[in-house]
């Protein structure tokens, strides 16, 4: 069984952030939860998994999920210092029979899956105490070299604040992952001495104890150097985005996605889009969106958190935490707010906002329309600048129309007000009471007539 500790103490104030470093967005998704996931989707169990977190810890607790553990490091005292805070977390691991653990950093976002995967059974196969995840850069910058001897062995990592000038020459780094075993890591940890340019206590030390002790230590050479990129400023985290942003649109092309110009467009690392769909300039998909085949998307859309069917078509609208059936149609400058479920081909043209409702198959809002904490059934034509009036600045009520009813233009449905199946609203009516089924209702002025008093009217001006 395996087990981690992510390191997110750290405050980074490089970011200038009012949260800590790891709450940092690479593609709308904080850096700690691109780690997370990858714990999880490399088989760590959530319980077995432990964030090592500041006293202070600005915005991260809001990242972890209740089965997550955490330890608190009250002082920035270095990586080795920050595991040993998770020492209690460790020690129930290990009685739970957990015999390697994942030791990752917070802001290095692309450690993937299956690098730790293949790092694990790397570590396993050759019996490590401890194996360091290491990639060569070509500016290996403030990291940590990876230090081998004449034969090649691995033999210590020295940081750069500490290294010769022949050591600083080294293009192999240390990314900061590890796989360590928990009893070699519970045993050396305490052993960690502060004896270095920065006075800290180093988790890369932890190689040398090893050594010292004739155990065997690993580096696992990743050929994708980006998996060891970490964010320390906004800059550097731009560069993140732009690494993730291309890497997704690739694999969404090869997965038939037609992007045909990837300007503007972004694509957040747990969207699902299927084959044949297109995505215009401008288009922003994030959190957990799932869109379906054949659709086009875009241009300038922004889809936060929707499942959306086959067949669809989105131009130029807004669409946050709601379901869209199949062949459906939204905008121009359509928007769907929270909690709206909208069943197969129906029509949401201009200006219009859906807030918490469910909308019937083949219903059409075409323009100018709000439709707010409704239930609209199916087939039903709904009248340019329609308003639910779903507010009376005290309460929200519902709004209920049936299958194949009509609201004529400039209509209002005061709610809480029923329109049943197949009635008919005449256009410009206040609809406060409930209409019957098959009924018509019509609450407007009479129209009067004054003839010649127009012209008297200008006369007199
Ligand atoms: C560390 C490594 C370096 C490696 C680099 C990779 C050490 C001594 N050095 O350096 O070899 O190349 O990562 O990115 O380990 N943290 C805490 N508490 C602390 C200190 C750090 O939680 O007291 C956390 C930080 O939030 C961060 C991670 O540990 O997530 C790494 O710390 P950081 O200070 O960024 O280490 P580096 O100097 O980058
Ligand atoms: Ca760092």
């Known amino acids: 069984m395996t087990a ?32 997370l996931d990858s714990c999880k ?39 080795g210092h920050a595991v040993l805070c998770a020492k209690d977390f460790l020690d129930e691991m290990k009685s739970n029979g957990v015999s390697h653990v994942a030791v990752l950093c917070g802001d290095a976002p692309f450690v993937s899956a299956e690098v730790l995967t293949s790092a694990l059974e790397y570590h396993k196969r050759n019996g490590n105490a401890v194996t360091v ?24 990592i020295v940081e750069a604040a500490d290294a010769s000038p022949e050591q600083l020459a080294v293009r192999e780094i240390n990314s900061g992952s ?65 690494i993730a942003r291309q890497r997704i ?39 957990k969106t799932e869109i379906g085949e054949g659709c086009t998307v875009g241009p300038n859309s922004r889809i936060i958190d929707c499942v959306i069917g086959d067949d669809c078509n989105i131009d130029s609208s807004r669409l946050e935490q709601s379901e869209v059936g199949s062949g459906v149609r939204i905008g121009p400058f359509a928007q769907l707010r929270p909690n709206s479920k909208i069943a197969d081909k129906v029509k949401i043209g201009n200006f219009v906002e859906i807030k918490n409702s469910t909308v019937g198959e083949k219903t059409s809002f ?16 709904v009248g340019c600048g329609v308003v639910t009036v779903n507010y009376d600045g005290k309460g929200k009520y519902r709004t209920t129309v049936g299958d194949d009813a009509f609201i004529g233009c400039n209509s209002n449905l005061i709610a809480p007000v029923t ?20 009924a018509m209702t019509i609450g407007r002025v009479r129209q009067s007539f004054y003839p010649g008093y127009a012209l008297r009217w200008r006369k007199k001006k």
């Not at 200038?16 to 850096?31: A, D, G, T």
């Not at 690739?250 to 889009?273: C, E, F, K, Q, Y």
């Open 4 to 35: 981690a500790v992510i390191l997110a103490a750290g405050d980074g104030k490089r970011m200038k952030s009012k949260k800590q470093k790891v709450c940092c967005r690479v593609l709308f998704k904080p850096m700690l939860c691109w780690v």
């Open 41 to 79: 989707a490399a088989g760590i169990d959530e319980a077995n998994t432990c964030a090592v977190i500041s006293d202070d810890p600005r915005g991260v607790p809001e990242l972890l999920s209740e089965k997550i553990k955490t330890a608190v490091q009250t002082e920035r005292r270095g990586t």
């Open 133 to 156: 995840i290491t990639a060569e850069l070509d500016d290996p910058a403030r990291y940590g070299r990876i230090i081998r001897n004449v034969s090649g062995e691995f033999t210590e």
């Open 178 to 242: 590890y796989w360590f075993s928990i009893d070699f890591l519970l045993s050396h940890l305490p052993l960690l001495q502060a004896e270095n340019a920065q006075g800290e206590y180093y988790l890369t030390d932890m190689i040398s104890l090893a050594r010292k002790d004739s155990l065997s230590v690993g580096a696992f050479v990743c050929g994708d150097t980006s998996v060891v990129l970490g964010a320390n400023d906004r800059t550097a985290l731009a560069q993140l985005n732009e």
């Open 249 to 287: 649109i690739a694999l969404h092309r090869l997965n038939g996605v037609d992007i045909p110009i990837a300007d503007g467009v972004m694509i957040g690392p747990d969207v699902t889009i299927g084959c044949d769909t297109t995505v215009l300039p401008g288009t922003i998909l994030c959190g």
């Open 366 to 381: 075409a323009h100018l329309t709000y439709i707010g904490d409704s239930d609209f059934g199916a087939r039903i034509n």
């Open 419 to 438: 329109v049943e199946n197949g009635a008919y609203v005449a256009a410009a009516t206040t609809v406060t009471e409930n209409v019957p089924a098959d």
